[in-house]
């Protein structure tokens, strides 16, 4: 299954000129202080710079270009949910109602794909209006709004939108579960597992500073309900202080002296259970450590009871470096990773998908081919293939060939001035062969000139690896399946317009865990 969406806008969706995020006024807020008092916040709107209109051949406006003048920027969209063969070759395609569940275009963590633990459904997280609040296409700034159980008078943006778990069985019934867990930004990924599901996401989209956050309501009810959540399907969503967050992992866990703005250290993205335990990964913003975590204890997947209490713990030999470059000796311009997706392959082998930094460089000549791509993309975004020895995860080598990763690529009708590259990977799912190997598939990430890469046409890929590898497969060149092996080949490419999001084996009507 693959999870897309497309861009249905049109110039009127945004007027030049007009007030962004909608609604938004200017000017400094009130929010009470727990001791007494109020703290004074400073809200901020923008200016729209460009109308609604998706870049094309035939003239220059790019509704993206109002990312530049408003953070908050997006255009929901509607969900499809493609289902293709191993191949590739397209099957069928369900189409979520747009007055159920939305999605927002150019946010490009969002729309993971994660079938459950008992094979019978796949998850994904989307928007779904609040009192007041249609859901439907073309709506702005959707992805950063207020749950409307964790109102924060602080966002400039003033729409009421819940982050709802769309799950569906073999049959395609949708089953739709509101949340209100990650006010003022997105959630990312949802996996079903013992009748819950298991979340990760970001929120806080506010103005409230790093003290306000631990010192008025509304900043404790942001910190306590982002990273790692519990939702219960089909009950009413939860409001503070029965929204459940599984955990808290600060950077002074792993000796770090000076602690993170409140909850931002918990701004997770990709998701998988894996033998009853909990993973999760953190690949951008610029607080805390983009590595892979274990949230809970080994085999014990965190409960309602317990979910206060679960630690949060990097792997062991995961990166520690802060999301600023800085090292645990205090020194700083280190590299730091972007992973993104994650596959057990089993318990010794974890396949990483890294997205790339999402840097774009003047270009250059690099073996034969024009390339935009830096030098910490190019040497480690990819499929990355760690192996757990002794106790200690180590990465054995990156999966690349045939990713082309900063090769500009053409779109059939998508301006040539801001053709994308492939940056990375983003989701990744994959399966076990009978002769030894296994064949990943994932979703590409990208590197361009448009004013918000995630809204770029990408690629879903696949590419198989010998599963007892530990050095990068090279083979013979004479075009066998030996010369496959290691070699990214694209099954699909998004049209302009068009973006590709998660990726997972289809549900089926009895449990299968076999590709899991």
């Given at each position: 299954?693959?999870s ?11 007027t ?81 109602p747009?007055d ?70 073999a ?58 959540e519990?939702l ?46 909990m ?10 450590i ?17 979910a206060?209490s ?18 645990q ?38 073996n034969?081919?024009?390339n935009?791509a ?21 990465l ?48 590409t ?72």
């Amino acid at each position: 299954m693959l999870s897309r969406s497309v861009y249905e806008g049109t110039a009127e969706t945004v007027t030049i000129g007009q007030t962004l995020p909608p609604g938004c006024v200017a000017g400094n807020v009130n929010i009470p202080l727990i001791k007494g008092g109020n703290a004074s916040v400073a809200v901020t709107c923008a200016t729209a710079v460009d109308n609604g209109e998706y870049p094309n051949l035939l003239d220059n406006h790019n509704v993206w270009n109002n990312n530049g003048a408003d953070g908050s920027f997006g255009v929901t969209s509607p969900i499809f949910l493609d289902n293709l063969t191993t191949d590739g070759h397209w099957l069928d395609t369900l189409d979520i109602p747009t007055d159920v569940l939305v999605t927002s275009f150019s946010s490009k963590s969002e729309l993971a794909l994660n079938r459950s633990t008992d094979g019978k459904s796949i998850t994904f997280v989307s928007y779904h209006g609040g009192p007041g609040f249609i859901t439907a296409p073309n709506q702005l700034d959707v992805s950063n709004s207020n749950t409307p159980g964790v109102v924060d008078p602080s966002n400039p943006v003033v729409s009421n939108y819940f982050r709802s778990v769309g799950e569906v069985d073999a049959n395609g019934r949708i089953m739709v579960t509101d949340g209100n867990a990650y006010s003022g930004n997105n959630g990312r990924a949802a996996i079903k597992a013992d009748s819950l599901y298991y979340l990760t996401g970001n929120d806080n989209n506010g103005g409230l500073s790093k003290s306000q956050l631990k010192t008025t309501q509304v900043g404790i009810n942001l910190v306590t309900s982002t990273g790692a959540e519990l939702l219960v399907p089909g009950l009413m969503p939860p409001v503070p202080p029965n929204i459940t967050m599984l955990g808290d992992f600060e950077v002074t866990q792993v000796g770090y002296s000076t602690a993170d703005k409140p909850g931002k250290d918990n701004n997770f993205r990709g998701l998988t259970i894996f033998k009853n335990t909990m993973y999760v990964t953190k690949g951008s913003g610029g607080n805390g450590i983009n590595t892979v975590y274990q949230v809970g204890n080994v085999g014990e997947l965190p409960t309602p009871s317990t979910a206060s209490s679960a630690p949060i713990t990097i792997l062991p030999g995961f990166p520690t470096t802060l999301a600023s470059g800085v090292a645990q000796d205090g020194t700083g311009g280190h590299a730091v990773a972007f992973p993104f997706g994650t596959w057990f392959a089993n318990e010794t082998t974890l396949y990483v998908c890294d997205e790339g930094d999402g840097t774009s460089v003047a270009t250059r000549v690099i073996n034969g081919k024009n390339n935009v791509a830096d030098d910490v993309t190019l040497a480690t975004s990819g499929i990355q293939k760690w192996s757990l020895v002794n106790g200690t995860w180590q990465l054995l080598y990156v999966l690349q060939d045939g990713l082309d990763i900063g090769v500009p690529y053409s779109i059939e009708n998508y301006p040539a001035a801001i053709s994308p590259a492939t940056d990375g990977c983003r989701n990744l799912t994959g399966k076990h062969n009978h002769d030894g190997t296994v064949t990943l598939f994932a979703v590409t990430s990208t590197i361009s000139k448009n004013g918000d890469q995630g809204a770029d046409p990408n690629k879903l890929v696949k590419v198989s690896d010998r599963l007892s590898a530990t050095t990068l497969p090279t083979g013979d060149g004479d075009n066998d399946r030996d010369d496959r092996i290691g070699h990214f080949a694209t099954i699909r490419s998004a049209k302009a317009g068009e973006v590709f999001r998660g990726v997972a084996f289809a549900p089926k009507e009895r449990g299968d865990d076999d590709h899991r």
